[in-house]
């Protein structure tokens, strides 16, 4: 017998895991949760970006990059105290779903989060994001069309983790693909990265987070590009060689004194992330995923008698 939640003030219920998914009102817990996850990723960093940022400030030399960092760092405790969102640009929105094998309710999930964005959109409020690219009408729910984009994987157990990834268009806008000449190999793939950041300039406002996707298909590279910008800031690749490029890049890449929001300094970016997957000989393709300093992103862990545990946000009831 496993526990659920309680029905009423006084009673609390007991069901074998069988009969989980018809007591569990799952549709109504997902929409709650994706407003609520929405609403925090929105108006509070993680606290492995705001750490990253204030290391920044304290490190930055250049004056005017400080200045930009300063302020960077006010408007983020102003957005937390006000719980209002940290960018007017509140992303096209995607999730990224992570579903355990045998969780129940799989159905239900998909038009959860859609009426949840629905939601989010009017309570938060979050900008309307949602644009028809042939008659340029916006949805003004920040619905439409493959949107929000939700990214679905499978994963053994019996609990789905829902990670809220609102992506501004400033950022969006500088992410890059090329297919390298297998030949150039690892020095092609830093030239192509630095190259990006120069020309990127300060349009994805830095200090950035960079994600790389290097290998598999042109499609599967610019998507592992995006996955990497999902890993917290301290936390490696668990391949010591990529590790450690990882770390050089990173250098690389502050050398070059784009520096805060592209008006120079120490700071261009705060992380950068690779993922990779195996390619065919004849192919070599690289993306590169931009952040903005506003990397919003919130996770959540559901389990299958009811409960909701916070991921990226610590102590946080989200129900």
């Not at 309570?123 to 619905?143: K, M």
């Not at 997957?277 to 590169?288: E, F, G, K, L, Q």
Request: with cysteine; aromatic share 6%.
């Amino acid at each position: 017998m496993e526990k659920i939640f309680k029905l009423d003030e006084e009673d609390e219920y007991y069901v074998p895991f069988s009969r989980l998914a018809e007591n569990l009102d799952l549709r109504n817990l997902i929409e709650k949760l994706t407003v609520n996850l929405l609403r925090l990723a929105v108006t509070e960093l993680p606290a492995d970006v705001k750490k990253a940022l204030k290391d920044a400030y304290r490190k930055e030399r250049n004056p005017i990059g400080k200045i930009q960092l300063k302020a960077i760092l006010e408007n983020i405790q102003l957005a937390e105290e006000e719980r209002i969102p940290i960018c007017q640009d509140t992303g096209l929105i995607s999730f990224y779903v992570k579903v355990g094998s045998e969780f129940r309710g799989l159905s239900k999930i998909e038009e959860a989060l859609i009426e949840g964005v629905k939601r989010a959109t009017v309570e938060i409020p979050l900008r309307p994001n949602a644009v028809n690219p042939f008659t340029q009408r916006n949805t003004d729910n920040n619905t439409g069309r493959h949107v929000p984009c939700i990214h679905w994987s499978i994963i053994d157990g019996n609990y789905l983790e829902i990670t809220a990834f609102p992506k501004g268009g400033g950022s969006e806008n500088m992410c890059a693909l090329r297919i390298l000449k297998p030949a150039e190999g690892l020095s092609g793939l830093k030239r192509f990265i630095i190259e990006s950041v120069v020309n990127a300039g300060g349009m994805p406002c830095p200090p950035t987070i960079i994600g790389v996707g290097v290998g598999g298909t042109s499609d599967m590279a610019m998507n592992l590009a995006k996955k990497a910008l999902l890993r917290p800031i301290n936390k490696s690749h668990s391949d010591p060689f990529i590790a450690e490029l990882e770390r050089d890049l990173l250098r690389a890449v502050n050398s070059t004194g784009v520096g805060p929001m592209g008006l120079g300094g120490d700071s261009t970016a705060l992380a950068l992330k690779i993922e990779y997957a195996h390619r065919h000989p004849a192919s070599y393709p690289v993306a590169i995923a931009f952040q903005c300093w506003a990397a919003r992103r919130a996770t959540a862990r559901v389990y299958s008698d009811g409960r909701v545990e916070c991921l990226s946000h610590k102590d946080r009831n989200l129900v």
